[in-house]
Nanobody, 115 residues
Framework: QVQLVESGGGLVQPGGSLRLSCVAS????????MRWYRQAPGKERELVAA???????NYLDSVKGRFTISRDNTKNTVYLQMNSLKPEDTAIYSC?????????WGQGTQVTVSS
């Protein structure tokens, strides 16, 4: 049974940092592309960052230089380090695992950036 469990969200002041984690189980983690998405109230879900099984990464333009996605295949975990957070980064962040058309989602973790 595929399972993705996110953690690390919370309330942070503008300019602060958070690190999100997503622990995976039930599939061959190292073979999957891992992605972080976010959805703010009243907005479409958007892809924030992705990392391939080879470690190649790409980012949403608005987070480039501030967010870093990484993975540890020995721990079946993908991370999203978020620095210089802005109020517009406020959203529910969810991780996604994708391979050959198979896609699975975590339950999401709330990130709120506010003073």
């Amino acid at each position: 049974q595929v399972q993705l469990v996110e953690s690390g969200g919370g309330l942070v002041q503008p300019g602060g940092s958070l690190r999100l984690s997503c622990v995976a189980s039930g599939f061959t983690f190292s073979s999957y592309i891992m992605r972080w998405y976010r959805q703010a109230p009243g907005k479409e879900r958007e892809l924030v960052a992705a990392i391939t099984n080879a470690g190649n990464t790409n980012y949403l333009d608005s987070v480039k230089g501030r967010f870093t996605i990484s993975r540890d295949n020995t721990k079946n975990t993908v991370y999203l380090q978020m620095n210089s957070l802005k109020p517009e980064d406020t959203a529910i962040y969810s991780c996604n695992a994708w391979s050959l058309g198979r896609s699975s989602w975590g339950q999401g973790t709330q990130v709120t950036v506010s003073s």
